[in-house]
């Protein structure tokens, strides 16, 4: 079946893109998906119902201006087409049918919220009732976002709303929506960095400049976020929240037992693509009842891509021959501010100059790159032990994501530390390009 740009629809996401994005922090996550009744997920699905369009237009714009021709690459072509199809799916997403007084609650609400504290709304275009169109939720004053004690008022709203079969059908109508979104993008990581190959192919480039580093980077920090609100919403309406978790978020996230984990995955990982009998040792030095608030998935990523990288470069080292290994460190601090995460490596360290490339994509000292097949690991992109260049910079991202950061040091010549700062005041809202 194949899909297309028209104009109409490009008309839409221009006007869309027009509108700037809304951050949502991680305690607002919580908060919002803690205990939701029908009328909360509602309100949910009214929030995105708006913001993720603005997201995906402004990404299918950004991806229809790329410098040097790389907006015609097959592979950006084909993403290009995702994002748009995904916006379409969601626009025309038949609207409730809603019963007048409860409409009316809802118009009220939508104009009590205020900039995403409670999954702000903006009324771009409220069809069912074209006097509010393009009325705008920042046009509240902060005088009078004061005087509103917003929380109670929507409590009271979603158990209005709560009763109501047709929110509920909506509800689902929209979840099954955002599933099959969050599936179609499952590729993009891999078809974006296919399109980049076809550029690099094409044009005889070695590395890829700055500008487009920095698309990579905005692209794929929006990808996170997009990601997160689409997951956190599929979950809060398919999994009733339990003590530790809301939604894919876990609010006491044990360090240990997932750094753990980690180890026990990269060291098998290595094992098997070196054919070792062992893979180096990791040291684990973690207070076992560390938790904090966070989205374990996220911290298992860069844990499992930072640890395959010391064990690679140890291994690489003193060759996959030797009778013993010196062994990677995890040490894990706890700051008030900050949990740190140091992964020190005796791996050999990277040269000076070469600093500034491990944090661009692409870059590898794999000297054959594994296949860039779109269908490899569908559910999410995880390279093997190492070559797709990926490992640190998409890390960094999701470290920032949350308001942290990665930083890595080497002394050339000894070995890798990896610094790894995952904010614990979890009330930053997230980076938005
Ligand atoms: P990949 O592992 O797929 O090559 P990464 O982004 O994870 O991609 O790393 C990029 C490059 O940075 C690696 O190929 C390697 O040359 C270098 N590197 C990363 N971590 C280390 C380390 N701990 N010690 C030495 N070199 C490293
Ligand atoms: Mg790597």
Same mark, same amino acid.
């Given at each position: 079946m194949?899909w297309?740009? /028209?104009?109409?629809l490009?008309?839409k996401?221009?006007h869309?893109?027009s509108f700037?994005? /809304?951050g949502?922090s991680?305690?607002q996550?919580?908060?919002?998906?803690?205990?939701p009744n029908p009328?909360?997920?509602?309100?949910?699905?009214?929030f995105?119902?708006?913001?993720l369009?603005?997201?995906?237009?402004h990404r299918?714009?950004e991806?229809?201006n790329l410098?040097?021709?790389?907006s015609?690459?097959?592979?950006?072509?084909k993403?290009r087409?995702w994002?748009?199809?995904?916006?379409e799916e969601l626009i025309e997403?038949? #609207?409730p049918?809603i019963?007048?007084q409860?409409?009316?609650?809802?118009i009220?609400?939508? #104009?009590?919220?205020t900039?995403g504290e409670h999954y702000?709304q903006?009324?771009?275009?409220n069809?069912?009732?074209?006097s509010?169109?393009?009325?705008?939720?920042?046009?509240i004053t902060?005088?009078?976002?004061?005087? &509103?004690?917003?929380r109670r008022?929507?409590?009271l709203?979603?158990?209005d709303?709560s009763?109501s079969?047709?929110?509920h059908?909506?509800?689902?109508?929209?979840?099954?929506?955002?599933?099959v979104i969050?599936?179609?993008?499952?590729?993009?990581?891999t078809?974006?960095a296919?399109g &980049?190959?076809?550029?690099?192919?094409s044009r005889?480039?070695?590395?890829?400049?700055s500008? &487009?580093?920095s698309f990579?980077?905005?692209?794929y920090?929006?990808?996170?976020?997009?990601?997160?609100l689409i997951?956190?919403?599929i979950?809060i309406?398919?999994q009733?929240s339990?003590d530790?978790y809301?939604?894919v978020?876990c609010?006491?996230?044990n360090?240990r037992?997932?750094a753990?984990?980690?180890?026990?995955?990269?060291?098998?990982?290595?094992?098997?693509?070196y054919g070792?009998?062992t893979?180096?040792?990791?040291?684990?030095?973690?207070?076992?009842?560390?938790?904090?608030?966070?989205?374990?998935?996220h911290?298992?990523?860069?844990?499992?891509?930072t640890?395959k990288?010391?064990?690679?470069?140890?291994v690489?080292l003193?060759?996959?021959d030797?009778?013993?290994f010196?062994?990677?460190k995890?040490?894990?601090?706890e700051?008030?501010e900050?949990i740190t995460i140091?992964?020190s490596?005796?791996g050999?360290?990277?040269?000076r100059?070469?600093?500034p490339?491990?944090? /661009?994509?692409m870059?590898t /000292?794999?000297?054959?790159?594994?296949?860039?097949?779109p269908?490899?690991?569908k559910?999410?992109f995880?390279?093997p032990?190492?070559?797709?260049g990926y490992g640190l910079p998409?890390s960094?991202?999701?470290a920032?994501?949350?308001?942290?950061?990665l930083?890595?040091i080497?002394?050339e010549g000894?070995?890798?530390d990896?610094?790894l700062?995952?904010n614990r005041?979890?009330?930053t809202?997230?980076?938005l390009?």
């Amino acid at each position: 079946m194949s899909w297309k740009l /028209t104009d109409r629809l490009a008309e839409k996401i221009n006007h869309y893109s027009s509108f700037p994005a /809304t951050g949502v922090s991680l305690r607002q996550m919580v908060q919002f998906g803690q205990r939701p009744n029908p009328g909360t997920l509602f309100r949910g699905a009214q929030f995105l119902g708006e913001e993720l369009p603005i997201r995906l237009a402004h990404r299918v714009k950004e991806l229809n201006n790329l410098p040097d021709g790389l907006s015609e690459m097959p592979s950006i072509q084909k993403v290009r087409n995702w994002y748009a199809q995904s916006f379409e799916e969601l626009i025309e997403l038949p #609207r409730p049918k809603i019963p007048p007084q409860l409409r009316e609650l809802l118009i009220k609400a939508q #104009r009590r919220d205020t900039n995403g504290e409670h999954y702000g709304q903006k009324l771009l275009e409220n069809t069912e009732n074209p006097s509010l169109a393009g009325e705008d939720y920042r046009e509240i004053t902060p005088q009078k976002k004061k005087s &509103i004690n917003s929380r109670r008022y929507f409590v009271l709203v979603d158990d209005d709303i709560s009763w109501s079969p047709e929110i509920h059908e909506y509800n689902k109508l929209f979840t099954k929506c955002l599933s099959v979104i969050k599936k179609r993008h499952d590729p993009v990581v891999t078809t974006v960095a296919q399109g &980049i190959s076809e550029y690099k192919h094409s044009r005889q480039r070695m590395q890829i400049d700055s500008t &487009i580093q920095s698309f990579l980077d905005r692209f794929y920090m929006s990808r996170i976020g997009i990601r997160m609100l689409i997951g956190q919403h599929i979950a809060i309406n398919e999994q009733p929240s339990t003590d530790n978790y809301v939604g894919v978020i876990c609010t006491k996230t044990n360090v240990r037992e997932l750094a753990q984990e980690a180890i026990d995955n990269a060291r098998f990982i290595c094992q098997d693509y070196y054919g070792l009998y062992t893979s180096p040792q990791v040291q684990l030095v973690c207070k076992p009842d560390l938790n904090f608030m966070y989205v374990p998935g996220h911290l298992s990523h860069m844990l499992f891509e930072t640890l395959k990288n010391s064990l690679r470069a140890v291994v690489e080292l003193h060759g996959p021959d030797a009778d013993n290994f010196p062994p990677v460190k995890l040490i894990v601090a706890e700051g008030n501010e900050d949990i740190t995460i140091k992964i020190s490596d005796e791996g050999g360290g990277i040269p000076r100059s070469a600093i500034p490339l491990v944090w /661009t994509y692409m870059y590898t /000292t794999v000297e054959t790159m594994p296949s860039l097949d779109p269908d490899f690991n569908k559910s999410d992109f995880k390279a093997p032990m190492a070559g797709f260049g990926y490992g640190l910079p998409l890390s960094r991202l999701y470290a920032r994501y949350f308001g942290g950061d990665l930083k890595l040091i080497s002394m050339e010549g000894y070995g890798t530390d990896v610094y790894l700062h995952l904010n614990r005041l979890s009330s930053t809202s997230e980076p938005l390009p």
